[in-house]
């Protein structure tokens, strides 16, 4: 099978793109390298089945190119992180909606499977435990940037959605929740390679908001065994899935672990999020995955235990620091 993943030069990706090689798919990667980099994929090239093109999701002969050439069309190319959103949101409105419509045009006019990548953001404020598929989304207000994020990524549901009725586009939308393991960075505000990098440095761990928020964190290595089981399964076309690990744990919880496996001596403090964001933003106590319907549909469960996701992340954060 020949896979596009577009932002295949990401975090999750850069992984997917692996697994498929390595299960005799063959892979091309469009990514525009913002928050990407060659370096997630330069283990991969030079294999027979793996190529890659540089450029942006919203370029729409190129993706109508790689598109035709391909018979799944993973779309992962997107804005991400809670930082990242707040500093550029005219960028991440634009990427996140604009894009997933030129993949999704593309696809339509062969018909062409697409995955879609969500994100348990777009369940916004609502305060159910756990989030299934169908539940309310309760979205902050437009004047707050940080929903630019939920909002543009519950528009990419909508629309792939309203292709799959109204054209008879095959899609699966993925929601993924908190995903975690090598090759995350931490500069784009993702919390646990950020805790990471100041554990090893001996820094203060900076937990923002009073830290009894909590979440659920999911090795990468699992996320991408469930987006492929997805992905060959007949009876997910046209469906939204949860995507994660249900076991939660509390930031202040997430920054002990942290501390204690990696051995530092690292104070830990609290940074209001005033402070750490920006005046008025808003957060979520709790968010956790109903994972029936993964399950379900494929049998899946995840299987990776923190304490070993946390072990990986160190582990690739102290290859990355002492590599520069
Ligand atoms: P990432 O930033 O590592 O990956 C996104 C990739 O898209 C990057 O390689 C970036 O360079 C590329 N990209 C951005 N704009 C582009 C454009 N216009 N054209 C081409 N490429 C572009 O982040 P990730 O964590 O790997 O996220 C992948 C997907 O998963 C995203 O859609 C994200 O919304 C979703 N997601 C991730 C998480 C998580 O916890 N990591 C949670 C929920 C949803």
Redesign the pocket.
């Known amino acids: 099978m020949q896979v596009l993943i577009?932002?295949?030069?990401?975090?999750?990706?850069?992984?997917l793109a692996e697994w498929l090689l390595g299960t005799g798919d063959r892979v091309t990667v469009?990514?525009?390298?913002?928050?990407?980099?060659m370096g997630?994929i330069a283990h991969l090239v030079g294999r027979p089945n793996f190529s890659y093109r540089i450029?942006?999701?919203?370029?729409v002969p190129l993706v109508a190119e790689l598109v035709d050439g391909c018979d799944v069309a993973v779309?992962?190319?997107?804005?991400?992180?809670v930082q990242?959103i707040i500093e550029q949101p005219t960028?991440t409105i634009?990427?996140?909606v604009?894009?997933t419509e030129v993949v999704l045009a593309a696809a339509a006019r062969k018909r062409k499977l697409c995955v879609?990548?969500?994100?348990?953001?777009v369940y916004g404020k609502a305060s159910k435990v756990p989030f299934s598929e169908d539940d309310d989304v309760s979205l902050g207000p437009t004047t707050h940037s940080r929903w630019a994020?939920a909002c543009s990524?519950a528009l990419d549901e909508w629309l792939a959605l309203a292709y799959a009725r109204e054209k008879k586009l095959p899609v699966i939308v993925?929601?993924?929740?908190?995903?975690?393991g090598p090759?995350?960075?931490g500069r784009?505000g993702?919390v646990l390679p950020r805790f990471a990098d100041q554990a090893i440095a001996g820094e203060p761990i900076t937990v923002f908001g009073s830290g009894e928020q909590a979440r659920c964190f999911?090795h990468?290595r699992d996320?991408v065994e469930a987006i492929v089981r997805l992905m060959r399964t007949a009876d997910a076309v046209g469906e939204v899935v949860n995507v994660?690990n249900n076991h939660e744990i509390t930031i202040n919880g997430l920054a002990d672990r942290v501390r204690q496996i990696a051995g530092s001596q690292s104070k830990i403090v609290r940074v209001p999020y005033d402070v750490a964001y920006a005046k008025g933003f808003e957060d979520m106590e709790r968010r956790v995955p109903d994972l029936a319907k993964l399950a379900r549909l494929t049998g899946f469960h995840p299987a990776v235990q923190l304490d070993r996701t946390i072990e990986d992340v160190l582990a690739d954060r102290r290859r990355a620091l002492s590599a520069q």
């Open positions: 577009t932002g295949g030069a990401g975090f999750i990706g850069s992984h469009l990514d525009d390298l913002s928050t990407g980099s997630n450029g942006s999701v919203t370029d779309h992962l190319a997107a804005a991400v992180g990242l960028a634009e990427t996140n604009r894009g879609i990548a969500s994100t348990s953001e994020y990524k993925v929601r993924l929740f908190n995903t975690v090759r995350q960075i784009y993702m999911c990468v996320s994660g």
